[in-house]
């Protein structure tokens, strides 16, 4: 990868980048069935793909776990893969907490509220210490978890439905990570920014509709 004089990029590394935007793409439209925030999942989940398909049947999960992965490729190394690995491990612990019918109050208006927090930290490029932000993802993640859970209808496979939406945020964090990468140029900076205003709005619409 070569810089010009000029300050554009060679057209091997342009050339990569289409081609990781266009992989990051056809990952979230696979995994785009729905539009709706709800969750209408509720009372038909069964086994690992309905597991798989269920947050992305939200919006508000999926602007939430797409931000975590673009808050990570801002902040690079470690946290590209340390917060889209912390995400689903503590959210396969709220899911436990949902089954197992442990109250947990708030979880819309958390749920929201992380899309407003994730959204407003890639649109400041907030650069907190490591733990730090892996404690702020990990705190949301347990809300996320916990939506998914209480969703799950009894005699339906609890561990294969985890594994399925355990699956599928961990595509949508990579979706993320994959946009994300066109950090490494000023004009990418700036629509990363511009993408983490947009998703603190619309969590911030979320949040609105969660106390309506």
Request: hydrophobic share 60%.
């Given at each position: 990868?070569?810089?010009?004089?000029?300050?554009?990029?060679?057209?091997?590394?342009?050339g990569?980048?289409?081609?990781?935007?266009?992989?990051?793409?056809t990952?979230?439209?696979?995994?785009?069935p729905?539009?709706?925030?709800?969750?209408?999942?509720?009372?038909?989940?069964?086994?690992?793909?309905?597991?798989?398909?269920?947050?992305?049947?939200?919006?508000?999960?999926?602007?939430?776990?797409?931000a975590?992965?673009?808050?990570?490729?801002?902040?690079?190394?470690?946290?590209?893969?340390?917060?889209?690995?912390?995400?689903?491990?503590?959210?396969?612990?709220?899911?436990?907490?949902?089954?197992?019918?442990?109250?947990?109050?708030?979880?819309?208006?958390?749920?929201?509220?992380s899309?407003?927090?994730?959204?407003?930290?890639?649109?400041?490029?907030?650069?907190p210490?490591?733990?730090?932000?892996?404690?702020?993802?990990?705190?949301?993640?347990?809300?996320?978890?916990?939506?998914?859970?209480?969703?799950?209808?009894?005699?339906?496979?609890?561990?294969t439905?985890?594994?399925?939406?355990?699956?599928?945020?961990g595509?949508?964090?990579?979706?993320?990570?994959?946009?994300?990468?066109?950090h490494?140029?000023?004009?990418?900076?700036?629509?990363?920014?511009?993408?983490?205003?947009?998703?603190?709005?619309?969590?911030?619409?979320?949040?609105?509709?969660?106390?309506?």
């Open positions: 990868m070569r810089q010009t004089n000029a300050g554009r990029w060679s057209l091997p590394e342009a990569a980048t289409r081609g990781a935007l266009a992989k990051s793409f990952v979230a439209t696979a995994l785009w729905a539009l709706a925030w709800a969750h209408v999942g509720q009372g038909r989940a069964e086994g690992f793909l309905a597991g798989l398909s269920h947050p992305v049947s939200g919006l508000d999960h999926v602007l939430a776990m797409v975590v992965g673009l808050w990570g490729a801002q902040l690079g190394a470690p946290a590209i893969w340390l917060l889209p690995v912390t995400f689903p491990m503590v959210m396969a612990f709220g899911g436990m907490l949902g089954l197992a019918g442990v109250p947990l109050p708030g979880v819309e208006a958390a749920i929201a509220l899309g407003v927090l994730l959204g407003l930290a890639v649109l400041a490029e907030f650069r210490p490591l733990p730090v932000a892996a404690a702020i993802v990990g705190f949301f993640a347990v809300f996320h978890g916990h939506a998914h859970g209480v969703e799950l209808p009894a005699g339906a496979s609890g561990l439905y985890s594994i399925g939406f355990v699956v599928a945020t595509l949508l964090h990579a979706g993320g990570i994959g946009i994300g990468l066109i490494r140029w000023t004009w990418g900076r700036l629509l990363l920014r511009g993408a983490g205003a947009c998703v603190a709005v619309a969590g911030g619409y979320f949040l609105w509709r969660a106390f309506a």
